[in-house]
């Protein structure tokens, strides 16, 4: 399993309630489920991924996280997790808006435009950035809303939202990031875990 | 339409009060069954069928001859495996396979016709009910059913929210919509227009208003297909001929296939039950016997639902089956969605549509194996 998923389900409590949006083929799913006694739930808008989850026994609803999350009633989860998708939104502002309305609590994660490989491949080779977490060509990435460590740390504190914890992750380094060492982390780390509350 | 010696039956003695304000008493539920109860009675998958289905869900029927409705679904290591668990599938009250309908006799002995009471899906599921003290089953592991049959599992569940661990509606509805409504009407109104029908009061298969019932059956038909599905499998083909005849036969194979559809659907079906069956799937509406919350229909069950739709089923379109998605997650419910990929309409449960076949045996295999 992947070490961002790792560090994911080490946020999490045993036996809570918990709803992962774009859980893709359910690896993170099943390992709560089986790991840490979660009732876990998906939502998955490939129909190909959905059967995968249903095929390792996941309870998996086919949907759109921009239109199917307002069916959830408020707090209806202990935590909602979105895995680097928010930047693929049309409008990831009202995506986190819902994850923070459906969830106690939510786990954001977001590859960051500000990782010095990243920086670099703009910079010296003058083409869009190509890096393990940010794999497609500029004109097939379904990314339409790239941002840093940075922006989304500012971001989530303009919109009062409380973050518990906020990690950095290169390669299988975890570190916490904080106002003082923001600068280096949205440098250094190819991924920031978010753990959010409104 | 009558092999009485190939059909089980339960004469239900308790008497049940149909929502019509009737009550029926001492009457035949017709059943079979696949695959055997374990001793744990924990195995047991109770089948719905839809309107022109009935209790011969696999194998070869014994009336028709021909293979079951849902061959492709139920059988020895098919989706629904019988080596593994045990199917019980009813012909519905109302129906003519053996359950109590409309060709039976009154207690004078006169044939009901018309005179049989109107009956509703809560009816029939509340008639079905019984089987499970035939056999001795506390708990079902799962209902399924698609069209009229997921109407069925839905009401089923809602009836009697703690006797089935999983619940599995397919291409259907909680509340039958007016365009279905419409349908429906259509085909009665070319029953009841057949000068044989006699107000219902036709007594032989001799002289039956099988031209308006094939009338039904034919347009019923069309909407079980897609549009896509027709004109690849039919396109303007022509029916055995070189060209147009100018006249009224049928030039084009999809009216020859129709036609062929129409006249063998009357060999096997009654018209009153036709006209029965239909109206309990239009007074269908699951939402209004709960003053409009479909959420409170299901918020007595811990059942784990899954339910499935089709993204060519325009009958009974995908919207419809997320409703209930929708209305069992505002309640927070155990609920799994799949829409499948298939270009043969509504009747993609009924077929060989392999994603649909392995997302049901995934569900239940595995919910099983939590047992």
Redesign the interface.
């Known amino acids: 399993m992947k070490n961002e998923f790792q560090v994911i389900a080490d946020l999490i409590e045993k036996d809570k309630k918990v709803l992962d949006v774009g859980c893709a083929d359910g690896t993170l799913m099943k390992f709560l489920k089986d790991n840490k006694n979660i009732n876990i ?1 998906g939502l998955e808008i490939s ?1 190909e991924r ?2 995968e989850c ?10 759109n996280a921009e239109k199917d999350l307002k ?3 408020d707090k ?1 989860f202990d935590y909602v997790i979105l895995s680097q998708t928010l930047q693929a939104f049309l409008n990831p502002e009202l995506v986190l808006d819902e994850l923070l309305r459906v969830g106690k609590k939510a786990i954001v994660t977001i590859p960051n435009f500000g990782y010095w490989k990243v920086r670099f491949h703009l910079l010296f080779k003058g083409t869009m950035p190509i890096t393990k977490t940010l794999p497609d060509e500029w004109y097939n990435t379904p990314n339409l809303h790239m941002c840093t460590i940075k922006d989304f740390f500012h971001f989530v504190k303009s919109k009062d939202i409380r973050i518990f914890k906020s990690l950095a992750l290169s390669n299988l380094n975890k570190s916490t990031i904080n106002q003082s060492n923001l600068g280096v982390k949205n440098l250094f780390a190819d991924l920031g875990i978010f753990l959010i509350e409104k | 339409m009558n092999t009485e010696k190939n059909i089980k039956t339960l004469i239900v003695n308790k008497p049940l009060k149909l929502d019509c304000g009737k009550t029926i008493k001492d009457f035949p539920i017709a059943y079979e069954t696949y695959g055997s109860l374990n001793s744990k009675k924990d195995n047991a998958i109770l089948v719905f069928h839809a309107l022109t289905g009935d209790q011969f869900v696999t194998g070869i029927n014994p009336a028709t001859n021909k293979e079951g409705w849902w061959s492709y679904a139920v059988g020895p290591d098919k989706a629904i495996d019988t080596n593994k668990y045990f199917v019980i599938c009813s012909n519905v009250i109302g129906g003519c396979m053996g359950s109590y309908g409309p060709s039976h006799k009154d207690p004078n002995q006169k044939i009901f016709g018309t005179n049989f009471p109107v009956i509703t899906i809560n009816d029939m599921v509340n008639a079905q009910y019984n089987l499970l003290d035939h056999f001795g089953i506390d708990k079902l592991f799962s209902i399924t059913g698609g069209s009229m049959g997921g109407m069925q599992v839905l009401q089923f569940i809602s009836n009697f929210p703690d006797k089935s661990k999983t619940v599995i509606p397919i291409a259907t509805t909680s509340s039958h919509s007016a365009q279905n409504i419409a349908f429906n009407e259509l085909g009665r109104q070319a029953i009841t227009a057949d000068s044989n029908w006699k107000d219902g009061n036709y007594t032989s298969n001799e002289t039956n208003p099988g031209k308006g019932l094939a009338v039904a059956r034919m347009a019923a038909h069309i909407t079980y297909l897609s549009k896509k599905g027709l004109q690849e499998k039919f396109g303007r083909k022509l029916q055995e001929r070189e060209d147009l005849k100018f006249g009224f036969d049928a030039d084009f194979q999809i009216e020859s296939y129709l036609r062929y559809q129409g006249s063998v659907f009357v060999d096997r079906f009654d018209a009153n039950s036709y006209l029965y069956i239909t109206r309990a799937m239009d007074y269908f509406d699951l939402a209004k016997q709960f003053n409009g919350n479909l959420s409170e229909a299901f918020k007595n069950t811990n059942a784990k639902f899954f339910i499935i739709s089709f993204t060519s089923d325009w009958l009974y379109p995908t919207q419809e089956n997320k409703d209930i998605v929708i209305a069992l997650n505002s309640i927070g419910a155990d609920v799994g969605f799949v829409e499948i990929e298939s270009d043969k309409g509504h009747d993609s449960f009924l077929l060989d549509v392999p994603d649909f076949l392995s997302a049901l045996k995934n569900f239940l295999d595995k919910s099983y194996e939590e047992n």
């Open positions: 739930r129909k959905v059967q249903i095929a390792k026994g996941l309870t998996v609803i086919e949907g069916q959830f009633p209806s």
